[in-house]
C-alpha cells in the first residue's frame, strides 16, 4: 500500500499558536464585557441588552472551547487516538450549539412574555451599552481576521452574529429614547434569538455531517473518482471515500488499478499532485492494483467505486 499522510509542519504549529492566541485575547473581551451588558440590562430593564449579553456568553464559551481544542489538537498521535484529537474541535462546536438552542429556548419566552406584559426601559442605558458592546465586537472580529482554519472561520461568524446583535440592541434604545414606544425591545430580542438560531443550526448540521464522516459540501465524490480514474496509466478507481478526521484536515482513501503496477511511484506523485492542487486534499491514502485484478462496476453504492475507464 502506498500511503501519503500529511503532518503539521512548522507553519502550521506556528499558525495553531497564532490561532490559539487569537482566540485567547477574542475571548477576555467577549467575556468580559457580556457580564457588562448583561448588568446593563438589567439595571435598564433591557430584554435585547439581556438577549444579547447571553449571545456574547454563548460566543465567549464557542471561543473558550474552541482555544481549548485548539491546543488539545495540536497534540501529537497516541497509541490509543491514532488520528490525534483533531475532532475534539468538532465536539465542541456541537455542544456549544446545543447550548445555543437552549438560550434561544429562554430569550424568546421572556421576550413573549414582555411584549404581553411590557416593562419600562431606560432607553439611554441601551444606548450607551450597546454603543459599547458593538466596539468591543467590532474589536474582537478584527483580531481574529488573520487567523487560519475552520476552527478560526467558525469563531469568527459567532462575533459577527454578536456585532450583529448589538446592532439590534443599539436599534432598540434608540426607538426607545426617541418615541418611548418599548415593545421594540422584545421584538428585536427576538430578531436576536433568530440570529443566534441560524448560526446553531448550521453549526448543529456540521457537526453532525463531520461526526458521520460524511464527503465535505465542497466536494464532488464522483467527479474526484473520475479525475483520478482520467490519468494516464489508470485504469479504474473503487472503494473511494473522503472524509474529515478533523475540522482542519480532509482525507481521502481508495484502491487505483494500474496498467503497470511499475509505474506505480511516478504515477502515485501524479495523483497526490492533482488530489492537492485540483481539490485541496492532503492527506491521502492510494492502494495499487495490478491490471490482472477484475475492475469492480461503476457504482455509488456500497464502497463507493466512483472512477473507470472504459476498457
Not at 214 to 226: K, N
Not at 263 to 274: P, T, Y
Request: aromatic share 4%; net charge negative.
Amino acid at each position: 500500500m502506498a500511503d501519503s499522510h500529511s503532518h503539521a509542519s512548522g507553519h502550521d504549529h506556528g499558525a495553531g499558536a497564532g490561532n490559539a492566541r487569537r482566540l485567547s485575547l477574542a475571548l477576555l473581551l467577549t467575556l468580559g464585557f457580556a457580564g457588562v451588558e448583561a448588568v446593563g440590562g438589567w439595571l435598564a430593564g433591557s430584554l435585547a441588552l439581556i438577549g444579547d449579553a447571553g449571545h456574547m456568553l454563548t460566543d465567549a464559551t464557542a471561543l473558550g472551547m474552541a482555544a481549548l481544542a485548539n491546543r488539545v489538537a495540536r497534540r501529537p498521535p497516541t497509541e490509543r487516538h491514532s488520528f490525534g484529537l483533531g475532532r475534539v474541535e468538532v465536539l465542541a462546536a456541537f455542544v456549544n450549539g446545543l447550548v445555543m438552542l437552549a438560550l434561544v429556548a429562554g430569550i424568546a419566552w421572556a421576550a413573549v412574555d414582555r411584549l404581553l406584559e411590557p416593562q419600562p426601559v431606560h432607553g439611554a442605558m441601551v444606548l450607551v451599552v450597546a454603543g459599547l458592546g458593538l466596539l468591543v465586537n467590532v474589536a474582537a472580529a478584527w483580531i481574529l481576521r488573520g487567523g487560519e482554519g475552520l476552527n478560526i472561520r467558525g469563531a469568527l461568524l459567532h462575533v459577527m452574529g454578536d456585532l450583529l446583535g448589538s446592532v439590534a440592541a443599539l436599534a432598540s434604545g434608540a426607538v426607545i429614547l426617541l418615541t418611548g414606544w418599548t415593545p421594540v425591545d422584545p421584538l428585536l430580542s427576538l430578531v436576536i434569538c433568530a440570529l443566534i438560531l441560524y448560526a446553531s443550526v448550521n453549526l448543529l448540521r456540521d457537526g453532525i455531517h463531520v461526526l458521520l464522516e460524511g464527503v465535505p459540501q465542497h466536494l464532488d465524490l464522483p467527479e474526484v473518482g473520475e479525475r483520478l480514474a482520467a490519468e494516464p496509466g489508470v485504469l479504474s478507481v473503487h472503494d473511494l471515500h473522503i472524509w474529515v478526521p478533523d475540522s482542519g484536515m480532509t482525507a481521502l482513501s481508495a484502491h487505483v488499478v494500474v496498467e503497470d503496477i511499475r509505474d506505480w511511484e511516478v504515477l502515485l506523485d501524479r495523483l497526490h499532485d492533482i488530489l492537492r492542487w485540483d481539490f485541496g486534499i492532503e492527506h491521502a491514502t492510494l492502494q495499487p492494483e495490478p491490471k490482472r485484478k477484475p475492475l469492480h462496476p461503476m457504482s455509488l453504492e456500497g464502497s463507493c467505486p466512483p472512477g473507470s475507464k472504459a476498457g
